[in-house]
């Protein structure tokens, strides 16, 4: 059972790659389902829907920590301790009677995954050449954007007049994000001020970061085995740093 499970988080078959597109897609309608139910988070209980996510979650999270070569380091990895968070809030009103139903759109960090998902897709349509790194940076500015902005919507959603809504407290992340600041709606409050400086100092670093791999050239991962240079031209045959031959594996061009 534990080398099917292997098989299906980790091999190149055609069964492992449908399991986890499978899981990907799983992953995309969890999200948008959390970010669509966000604004009713803190006073809607839980749902048949949200007890089943929480199971396949917790199943997902366990047999990827089953087979896990350093099953403490998986544990405490930012993916496994959102998905934690996410269960716990997810079956916390069936339990305890507590609701931190805004605490699942922790849920997006599982896009810090997407470029697994790249990877694929690029094996399986050699032709469209997707850069994982522009695919990462994406999702992590993203996941960043929609995270800060339920904590923005929770913690202010009954002190700021201004933020009724969480599309106010998406706009405000996102004006604050890009440093443009209109003005038309302020966090004055002292953790409101701590979190406006967080999104500024955090977020433009994720923003450069999408920057900087678009207009990047798009390499290969593909480490040199005598000087350790990870990233390579798709044609390269030598190592740029040291010269040694390198070999890396392509579909060739008809």
């Known amino acids: 059972m534990k080398t099917l499970i292997d098989e299906l988080y980790n091999d190149d078959t055609t069964r492992a790659h449908v399991f986890r597109s499978a899981l990907f897609l799983f992953d995309v309608a969890t999200i948008a389902y959390f970010l ?24 997902d999270m366990l047999l990827r920590m089953w087979i896990a070569d350093r099953r403490l380091r998986f544990l405490f990895s930012v993916t496994t301790l959102a998905d934690i968070v996410v269960v716990v809030s997810l079956v916390a009103p069936v339990v305890a009677g507590a609701n931190f139903g805004f605490l699942k759109v922790l849920r997006v960090l599982r896009l810090m995954r997407a470029s697994e998902f790249a990877e694929r897709l690029n094996r399986a349509t050699p ?20 995270v800060v902005t339920s904590f923005v919507w929770v913690w202010e959603h009954d002190r700021n007049e201004d933020v009724r809504t969480y599309v106010d407290a998406l706009y405000f992340t996102i004006t604050t ?20 400086i967080g999104i500024m100092i955090f977020g433009v670093g994720f923003f450069l970061k999408l920057l900087q791999a678009l207009y990047r050239p798009n390499k290969v991962e593909e480490e040199c085995r005598n000087c350790g240079l990870k990233l390579h031209e798709r044609d390269a045959s030598h190592c740029k740093h040291c010269g040694a031959t390198i070999y890396i594996e392509t579909e060739g061009q008809s």
Not at 37 to 53: F, H, K, Q, Y
Not at 129 to 145: K, Y
Not at 177 to 188: A, E, H, K, M, S
């Open 36 to 59: 669509y139910t966000v604004t009713a988070a803190r006073m809607a209980p839980s749902t048949p829907v949200d007890l089943g996510i929480a199971a396949i979650v917790l199943g």
């Open 177 to 196: 994000l890009t440093t443009t600041g209109y003005g038309d709606i302020t966090l004055t409050d002292r953790v409101g001020r701590l979190m406006t």
């Open 127 to 146: 032709g469209l050449d997707i850069n994982p790194r522009i695919v990462v940076a994406a999702a992590n500015l993203v996941a960043f954007i929609f």
